[in-house]
């Protein structure tokens, strides 16, 4: 039946016109009075480890990967698990992906050259332009989206404390694989999410190392420091979907982020407002297709948690992360099917250069 089912006609009907607009504030709506900061002892991979109350505990996500394995399932064989981990080695070994500080000396003694790298501040004179230099340097390290914004400390993780003179941030958004995500919940999906994560260490430590060059400072940070989400549409890079993602005019959820928080003079960007939050009021196509049930299917956002991995005082549909973990024991794998069927990506996925998607992904929808 390949990719012509009831889901992907579903899609079709639903693909967004993408009409962008810059805006002064963020398209998210806060409670001052519920917001607090992430206490990322509550992040659900923390609970895994110490929440006995619930029934992930001390469970592992690929626990069964060794029985898809041997019951030759397709999309979670041997080769496919064996590219999975191995998508992951640069962001779980590169120990410098997320340093706050230069890694090691260069072979090559710049103080020869009469530069203090350390002592020397590059003038800054427009902070336009450098924002400018900037977006070119991390495209060229691997970032597909670059945004910049000012640092909220409301997004910085309880117990963390960035110096003041630290206030504004490089956010990154970095395209996952359309192919593999295509595949999810199978085993592809998870490769095109650990290559993410290891483009993600790669990018943001030559990012954060080019600032440090010249003589300021670079916090390097992935999923870690600080909410990603909110700093990404501070920076203009989307807005807050149904699925609890980022949603991007370009990939629509399709991206993972990071970003480095700077003392570098540079300028914001605005953020972006093209219409997701009411898209997404009507569409739930993330809510019908996750086999976790983890996503909302109410008509409007409320400020609601249904997690104690969710942090409140935003508007918006909470996703039950524990639900959503659990599935992932069940799956072995982790899942990004709330990804896959996103008009957004759809959409990001037709006009794209993908022209053998079908082709490629078709295996993993046979029936």
Request: with cysteine.
């Amino acid at each position: 039946m390949g990719l012509r089912n009831k889901e992907t006609a579903q899609q079709k009907s639903e693909i967004p016109q993408i009409n962008q607009t810059r805006v002064e504030d963020p398209t998210y709506v806060i409670d001052p009075s519920k917001l607090r900061r992430f206490n990322p002892r509550n992040n659900i991979f923390q609970r895994v480890m110490w929440d006995s109350s619930w029934e992930g505990y001390q469970r592992k996500y690929d626990e069964k990967a060794q029985d898809l394995v041997a019951n030759e399932t397709l999309g979670y064989s041997r080769v496919d698990f064996a590219m999975a981990y191995a998508s992951w080695i640069v962001h779980d070994a590169f120990k410098g992906g997320f340093s706050w500080t230069r890694i090691k000396s260069y072979r090559t003694q710049a103080d020869t050259a009469g530069i203090d790298w350390k002592a020397t501040k590059y003038h800054v004179q427009n902070p336009y332009r450098m924002s400018t230099q900037v977006k070119h340097a991390a495209r060229l390290f691997g970032a597909s989206l670059v945004g910049i914004c000012k640092l909220n400390r409301d997004w910085v993780y309880a117990g963390i404390e960035i110096p003041e003179t630290l206030e504004n941030v490089i956010v990154i958004a970095v395209e996952m694989d359309a192919n593999g995500i295509a595949a999810s919940p199978a085993v592809p999906a998870a490769t095109a999410t650990g290559v993410g994560y290891s483009k993600m260490a790669f990018t943001a430590a030559c990012t954060g190392e080019f600032i440090r060059n010249l003589g300021y400072q670079a916090i390097q940070c992935g999923n870690d420091t600080a909410l990603s989400i909110p700093l990404a549409i501070d920076a203009g890079l989307g807005e807050l979907g149904r699925n609890g993602l980022l949603i991007t005019p370009q990939y629509g959820p399709r991206v993972r982020i990071c970003k480095v928080i700077t003392d570098l003079p540079i300028g914001p960007d605005k953020p972006v407002d093209f219409g997701v939050k009411e898209f997404c009021r009507t569409c739930k196509m993330c809510s019908k297709h996750c086999k976790a049930e983890a996503i909302s299917s109410d008509d409007e956002p409320s400020f609601k948690t249904v997690s104690k991995s969710n942090n409140p005082g935003a508007l918006k549909w909470y996703v039950d992360v524990d639900k959503c973990y659990l599935f992932w024991c069940e799956n072995s794998v982790d899942c990004s099917t709330c990804i896959k069927v996103c008009p957004y990506n759809i959409a990001s996925t037709k006009s794209s250069s993908h022209a053998n998607l079908t082709q490629s992904i078709a295996p993993h929808f046979q029936q």
